[in-house]
Structures are given as structure tokens and as C-alpha cells.
T-cell receptor, first 117, second 120 residues
Framework: EAGVTQFPSHSVIEKGQTVTLRCDPI?????LYWYRRVMGKEIKFLLHFVKESKQDESGMPNNRFLAERTGGTYSTLKVQPAELEDSGVYFCASSPFTSSTGINEQFFGPGTRLTVL | AQKVTQAQTEISVVEKEDVTLDCVYETRDTTYYLFWYKQPPSGELVFLIR??????QNEISGRYSWNFQKSTSSFNFTITASQVVDSAVYFC?????????????????FGQGTTLQVKP
């Protein structure tokens, strides 16, 4: 079974440009999460999809970030326009449906390292 | 508010030594989940363990063991007889239980991570 995949693995862009990150979750996983780790700090939650619906986007830094999950399969995270402070590693994770009796572990992708110059 | 603290930024040990990674958490929830993830040099986060707040039994898996103590809000991770392949960044994380809040998303609150270097 394929794990969570992310594309690209690295992206170097200039301030003001647009970048789109892609995440393909494990097949059949309803939950999809985006996280970000900035320069040695903790990994922070950005948002959560349940299928195609945004369940929680409380961690999105500002309106320069737009996430979509059309059809409830893969997800994209667009940063437009990118700023220097957006540099970091963006992780995607997926997990099966969350029941009322427990939480499943999240399976993470390898991350996309974004550098904004 | 929920918070996870990993006070040890970096630890360096020599192979075969035992090492304990500390994790202290804060939460107002009575039901919650704790996790440990490993991030090897290749970059992906690898799930190691999940523990719910009602299960305080310590767990052992090979050379890995976890000590969960609700009284001190700690969930420490010990590697016995460390090996070079254990070198990685280790993250402790917390998540609230799904039935407590309709807005719960299962999102993980991570600590800052502890970089473990095991030297041959």
C-alpha cells in the first residue's frame, strides 16, 4: 500500500511568486491534514479536511494560503503571494475515518521544503 | 490551551547507551491521546506509538519503552541500548479526544522535537 506522497519535495521561489504544494493521501483515508515546521520550531497544524470539506482551518496563517481537496482525494495548498516567513517544511498527513471512540494515528508524507528568497 | 514541551533540544549519546527523551504536556481535557513520532534524516515522520489518557500502563516494544504518568503530565520515551540508526528527531504530540467536541479535528499539537545523535 502506498503511503502519503507529496510533491514537490523541494521548492525555491522568490518573494511574491506563487507556489502550489500537492498531497496524495493514503487511499481511502477521509482525513487529510496539513502541518508546517518553520526553522527548527515545532510542527504546527494548518488545516484539516474530512473528505472534501474543510473541518478546521484555524491554523492557516493568513489569506495568502488556500487549500483545496477537490473530490476528496488529493489536496493542494497554494501560497500566493509567497513571503519570506513562509519558508519551512510543509507536511501532509492522512488518517482513516475518526470514530467517536478513538483517534487513529496520522500517517505523514515526507514533506515539501519551501524556500522563499 | 493544549501544549507539549520537549525541553531537550539535542541529545548525544554513544552507541549502546540508554537514553530517555522527555515530554511534558498540558491539557484541560480529561480524555486525550499522546503520540511519539520519529523523523529520520530522510524527512518523513514515522509513527511510533499512540496512548490514550485512560491507559497508564507502560509499554515496551523491543528496545523502545514509554512511561506515561498522568500525575506529572509526562509521556517519556526511552531507547535501550541505542544504535546509530536511532539518530533522528523525535516528536511528542497531543490530541484531544473526538467525542468531547464537535469541532474536534484530531489535529496534533507537537512539541519542539528532540534531536538524538547516536555516535558509534
Amino acid at each position: 500500500e502506498a503511503g502519503v506522497t507529496q510533491f514537490p519535495s523541494h521548492s525555491v521561489i522568490e518573494k511574491g511568486q506563487t507556489v502550489t504544494l500537492r498531497c496524495d493521501p493514503i487511499s481511502g483515508h477521509d482525513n487529510l491534514y496539513w502541518y508546517r515546521r518553520v526553522m527548527g520550531k515545532e510542527i504546527k497544524f494548518l488545516l484539516h479536511f474530512v473528505k472534501e470539506s474543510k473541518q478546521d482551518e484555524s491554523g492557516m496563517p493568513n489569506n495568502r494560503f488556500l487549500a483545496e481537496r477537490t473530490g476528496g482525494t488529493y489536496s493542494t495548498l497554494k501560497v500566493q503571494p509567497a513571503e519570506l516567513e513562509d519558508s519551512g517544511v510543509y507536511f501532509c498527513a492522512s488518517s482513516p475515518f475518526t470514530s467517536s471512540t478513538g483517534i487513529n494515528e496520522q500517517f505523514f508524507g515526507p514533506g515539501t521544503r519551501l524556500t522563499v528568497l | 490551551a493544549q501544549k507539549v514541551t520537549q525541553a531537550q533540544t539535542e541529545i548525544s549519546v554513544v552507541e549502546k547507551e540508554d537514553v530517555t527523551l522527555d515530554c511534558v504536556y498540558e491539557t484541560r481535557d480529561t480524555t486525550y491521546y499522546l503520540f511519539w513520532y520519529k523523523q529520520p534524516p530522510s524527512g518523513e515522520l514515522v509513527f511510533l506509538i499512540r496512548r490514550n489518557s485512560f491507559d497508564e500502563q507502560n509499554e515496551i516494544s523491543g528496545r523502545y519503552s514509554w512511561n506515561f504518568q498522568k500525575s506529572t503530565s509526562s509521556f517519556n520515551f526511552t531507547i535501550t541500548a541505542s544504535q546509530v540508526v536511532d539518530s533522528a528527531v523525535y516528536f511528542c504530540a497531543l490530541s484531544e479526544a473526538p467525542h468531547l467536541s464537535s469541532s474536534n479535528t484530531g489535529k496534533l499539537i507537537f512539541g519542539q522535537g528532540t534531536t538524538l545523535q547516536v555516535k558509534p
